[in-house]
T-cell receptor, first 114, second 114 residues
Framework: DMKVTQMPRYLIKRMGENVLLECGQDMSHETMYWYRQDPGLGLQLIYISYDVDSNSEGDIPKGYRVSRKKREHFSLILDSAKTNQTSVYFC?????????????FGSGTRLTVL | AQSVTQPDARVTVSEGASLQLRCKYSYSATPYLFWYVQYPRQGLQLLLKYYSGDPVVQGVNSFEAEFSKSNSSFHLQKASVHWSDSAVYFCALSYGSSGNKLIFGIGTLLSVKP
């Protein structure tokens, strides 16, 4: 079954706390992505990973870092979370990362930073 | 710079009516274009994509879209909508040196009245 799994689904943190969002995929896809979704802004790319330990900044990387130590897992880390990082975060994967490829999305993590 | 514009934030139609959701893009090269759908509390799923050839592309669930280079548009259409089509629809464009980054429009919320 082709699936992208995100944990947790909901998360509430206080400003200044560290946050770890986890993502897994069972399709052996090379490329994985982290997006955030905000009302009126659509989805914005935070980071893209082309394979293990091969990560690249997206359009809004400030305040975030990522880790990919296994092809099937991709983590998003917020060191000292800020209130403006309250958002819905989506992980996605694609087979190779080419321009015409389909992205497969997880169901998202709704993060609230108080 | 590349961009995707969805001019209608919200569209309401009656069940059985036809539908058009508009998408305009700005990109200097030949675009890869996508429509994704997001059902409540779920991640995005691909409806259809265009990258060359016949400008009319067929997608899942009887959706189709027409690419127009002259109008820089990629409008989504359906002849007869069902209440289950109620969702948020995102138009997206693939860009980057290897085409592996997507830029999304802000989305159009479709409400289908029974």
């Amino acid at each position: 079954d082709m699936k992208v799994t995100q944990m947790p689904r909901y998360l509430i943190k206080r400003m200044g706390e560290n946050v770890l969002l986890e993502c897994g995929q069972d399709m052996s896809h090379e490329t994985m992505y982290w997006y955030r979704q905000d009302p009126g802004l659509g989805l914005q790319l935070i980071y893209i990973s082309y394979d293990v330990d091969s990560n690249s900044e997206g359009d809004i990387p400030k305040g975030y870092r990522v880790s990919r130590k296994k092809r099937e897992h991709f983590s998003l880390i917020l060191d000292s979370a800020k209130t403006n990082q309250t958002s819905v975060y989506f992980c996605a994967s694609s087979l190779l990362g080419g321009g015409a490829e389909t992205l497969y999305f997880g169901s998202g993590t709704r993060l609230t930073v108080l | 710079a590349q961009s995707v514009t969805q001019p209608d934030a919200r569209v309401t139609v009656s069940e059985g009516a036809s539908l058009q959701l508009r998408c305009k893009y700005s990109y200097s090269a030949t675009p890869y274009l996508f429509w994704y759908v997001q059902y409540p509390r779920q991640g995005l799923q691909l409806l259809l994509k265009y990258y060359s050839g016949d400008p009319v592309v067929q997608g899942v669930n009887s959706f189709e879209a027409e690419f127009s280079k002259s109008n820089s548009s990629f409008h989504l259409q359906k002849a007869s909508v069902h209440w289950s089509d109620s969702a948020v629809y995102f138009c997206a464009l693939s860009y980057g040196s290897s085409g592996n980054k997507l830029i999304f429009g802000i989305g159009t919320l479709l409400s289908v009245k029974p």
